[in-house]
């Protein structure tokens, strides 16, 4: 009788317990309480170049084992940059960032490239869909997106604010769309210096606080550095706001993790990551209050999640990723493959950059670094007429694989130009035109990725001239110490004035002073509103050349022409100039000293 009344006792006790539990066998969650929100900036389809979308989603994983709380945000600039984005649209990339789980995004300049259509098509997809504060409508101001997204972390309420660079409206398509009575039909919030953008920040950072939020992050493809004016910098910005407590950046490809100062004289944190996915950020509110932020170029490898780990190889480096996510991955990509292999156009001889051998179709020495090519010449036109501009310059390099006779593939057109640069219009003198001509020819005649091939201009190049070209330590254009090798440079048809102002289409790597070509760098960017490389090429192909490559390209057209004597019925004008102090000599004012000497 003991017993039975003994064991009643027991079950009673259990059962009274919330859902029957005894909390001395319940297990405790020993997970930190610390908030950790990872986030990614300018991935541009990097889906699988570095750490990978299939990386990141082994590193969420390792951290959920670790943290209570794991907030995933990206600060823009995601479904355009590589061929996986170009051939969906971006579907596929969005696909992608639904599988890892986003809990919050923001929108970059790219994420207008394919047209506002698709880009709602997109925000339709994303499951945790965008938010923007300043990309509104021009007429009422008014937001088209949510301009915060609000996420509860176990006590706590964390508000991510969006931004979007207000350089988005100059770059891209958008600045051409205007309203019934001919202004701007979208707006970034631009006025007074951008004070307009500064106010509205402040007033949902204040609106967010009202709602009880503890912690105010803004999510902004801003960046610092490159052309970005410091008005519409990250670091502008939180100078001019109070109440935030870090920033999540984007857009200028960097990597830092810095601290500027509020309006309050408070010192906030923010941070970028670089690009396609090199480094993975990590902001932690610690239990404290306390937020720190690092940058993370390697996910380690967890034990605890072996069975869910792959070992690859990647740029030569081994890394761990998550194998369910990359074979996802892997599927995204051969689903697009017939796609690839779709005929674009047509070519009824070889377009070469390299000598080929037709017999084993090997190619040989590349000939594109050495003089003019007719490959080169079409892909420089292409540019030139989408960015309607006066002239391009383009280093050979950029340019990788022939086109053969016959159909003309996507995947052809995915291989001449692999690398998905932006494709730039800058304004600049006619001095720069000549120091980018002699800087590209400075060891020529060896060979060299830097060979200036060109568009709507020709130029003549006299070898027998030692090349006076000065260089940094880095290989940098500094300025031209002694007589020039590039003489009778026309435009148009029309010599080139070195004072006169001209317009420039090239891509992203050599506008921004890649490849050693800094005469570019300073010059703020026009516009980049008609795509990357590869795009512009396929358009230029299949649109305005109807799908078949004409005559004039089966051979040189006189746009380059090299010389070991020098043409003396048309001497250099411009012989002596030292760009980097701004020092200029002509070769007449030595004449005429030398005579006086004498």
Do not use: W
């Not at 290989?475 to 102002?501: A, H, I, S, T």
């Amino acid at each position: 009788m003991k017993k039975i009344i003994l064991f009643t006792f027991i079950l009673l006790e259990i059962y009274s317990l919330p859902n029957g539990v005894n909390p001395k066998r319940e297990k405790q969650d020993s997970r930190s309480d610390d908030i950790i929100i990872l986030h990614t900036n300018d991935v541009h389809c990097g889906v699988q170049d570095s750490i990978g979308y299939d990386g990141l989603m082994l590193y969420k994983k390792q951290l959920l084992t670790k943290y209570k709380h794991v907030i995933l945000v990206d600060a823009g600039e995601h479904i355009q940059g590589g061929t996986i984005g170009l051939v969906t649209k971006g579907i596929a990339i969005i696909e992608i960032m639904n599988k890892v789980g986003y809990d919050v995004a923001t929108l970059g300049i790219h994420e207008f490239d394919y047209g506002i259509a698709q880009l709602e098509e997109c925000e339709k997809l994303l499951n945790c869909g965008y938010i923007s504060t300043n990309y509104c409508y021009h007429k009422n101001k008014q937001a088209i997106y949510p301009s915060y997204k609000i996420i509860e972390a176990g006590d706590n309420k964390i508000a991510f604010i969006g931004v979007t660079t207000p350089q988005t409206l100059t770059k891209t398509n958008l600045i051409k769309i205007k309203d019934d009575d001919g202004n701007p039909f979208y707006d970034f919030l631009t006025e007074n210096h951008c004070k307009e953008l500064f106010d509205r920040v402040q007033t949902k950072i204040e609106e967010v606080k009202a709602k009880g939020v503890d912690y105010v992050i803004i999510l902004a493809n801003l960046g610092v550095g490159g052309d970005v004016q410091e008005e519409n910098t990250s670091k502008f910005l939180l100078r001019n706001l109070k109440n935030v407590n870090a920033l999540i950046d984007g857009h200028t490809h960097l990597t830092y993790t810095r601290t500027t100062s509020d309006k309050t004289g408070k010192t906030i944190p923010f941070a970028q990551t670089g690009t396609k996915l090199n480094y993975i950020g990590v902001t932690t509110i610690h239990s404290d209050g306390n937020i720190t932020q690092d940058n993370i170029n390697k996910v380690p490898y967890d034990p605890l999640l072996a069975d869910e780990t792959l070992t690859l190889t990647r740029k030569t480096k081994e890394i761990y990723v998550d194998a369910e996510m990359n074979e996802f991955i892997n599927n995204k990509i051969n689903s697009y493959k017939d796609i690839l292999n779709r005929v674009i156009g047509h070519t009824a001889f070889h377009l070469n950059i390299k000598n080929l051998n037709t017999t084993n179709k090997q190619y040989l020495s590349p000939i594109s670094y050495k003089e003019e090519n007719i490959l080169c010449n079409l892909v420089t036109d292409a540019y030139r007429y989408y960015g309607e501009t006066d002239v391009t310059i383009m280093n050979a390099g950029s340019v990788r694989d022939n086109i053969l006779e016959g159909d003309i593939t996507y995947q052809e057109i995915i291989n001449i130009l692999p690398y998905s640069n932006d494709i730039l219009v800058k304004e600049i003198t006619g001095q720069d035109i000549l120091d980018a001509l002699e800087f590209g020819l400075r060891i020529f005649p060896d060979t060299t990725p830097k060979f200036p091939q060109v568009s709507g201009l020709t130029y003549k190049v006299d070898i027998s001239i030692p090349s006076s070209v000065i260089v940094d330590f880095d290989g940098v254009f500094v300025g031209v110490g002694g007589r020039r090798r590039v003489y009778d440079v026309f435009v148009d048809g029309q010599k080139l004035d070195v004072d006169k102002k001209y317009t420039i289409t090239s891509n992203s790597f050599i506008l921004g002073g890649g490849d050693g070509y800094s005469m570019f760098a300073p010059y703020p960017e026009l516009k980049t509103s008609f795509g990357v490389d590869n795009e512009i090429l396929l358009k230029y192909i299949q649109e305005y050349l109807g799908g078949e490559v004409p005559a004039e390209y089966n051979t040189t057209q006189n746009r380059i022409y090299i010389s070991d004597v020098k043409d003396m019925t048309n001497p250099d004008v411009t012989p002596f100039t030292y760009s980097g102090d701004g020092f200029i000599m002509a070769d007449k004012l030595v004449f005429l000293l030398i005579l006086l000497l004498l």
